[in-house]
């Protein structure tokens, strides 16, 4: 019977670390786009001022991306949430963005399960860069309701 609880416990540690290890991969991934495409858009707009070409800074199979303004963020789990909340604000803030999440409320009361779904994937099919697991059919639906349009990024 001990045994069994030290592996019980042993499992929980593990998924604990591997979701703390998950969120700070997908923050560094977020900052990571916003550095890139915001940047990408300022050094545009100066070498378009200066009238002289700029083929140091040109990153190959990255498209043309205005700068971001907004991000679209959904959860699975409202306890995830709460570890995002503090960073989305201090993004929000840095670089004067709108943020939009959805949380998935298992609720079977306030509305359809499929219908939250189908509603959150055409809102995200809008997007022009996508942030997420590459195993996750949810993403590529978004991906295939987007017409295949956006820059798909997996920070695995």
């Not at 995002?84 to 939009?100: G, P, R």
Request: charged share 15%.
């Amino acid at each position: 019977s001990g045994l069994h609880e030290d592996d019980t416990d042993s499992r929980e540690f593990e998924s604990s670390q591997r979701e703390k290890y998950n969120t700070a991969l997908y923050k560094t991934c977020i900052l990571g786009v916003l550095e890139k495409f915001n940047s990408q858009t300022q050094s545009q707009t100066q070498s378009h001022t200066s009238n002289t070409p700029n083929n140091s800074n040109t990153t190959p199979n990255i498209p043309n991306i205005s700068p971001i303004t907004s991000i679209v963020i959904t959860f699975d789990d409202s306890a995830l949430y709460s570890e995002y909340e503090v960073f989305l604000l201090e993004i929000s803030l840095q670089y004067n963005l709108k943020v939009i999440h959805y949380i998935h409320h298992l609720e079977y009361n306030t509305m359809n399960l499929l219908q939250q779904a189908v509603i959150q994937m055409l809102s995200l099919a809008k997007t022009s860069i996508l942030i997420g697991d590459d195993r996750s059919t949810f993403l590529e639906a978004v991906f295939w309701f987007g017409k295949c349009k956006q820059l798909v990024i997996h920070p695995y």
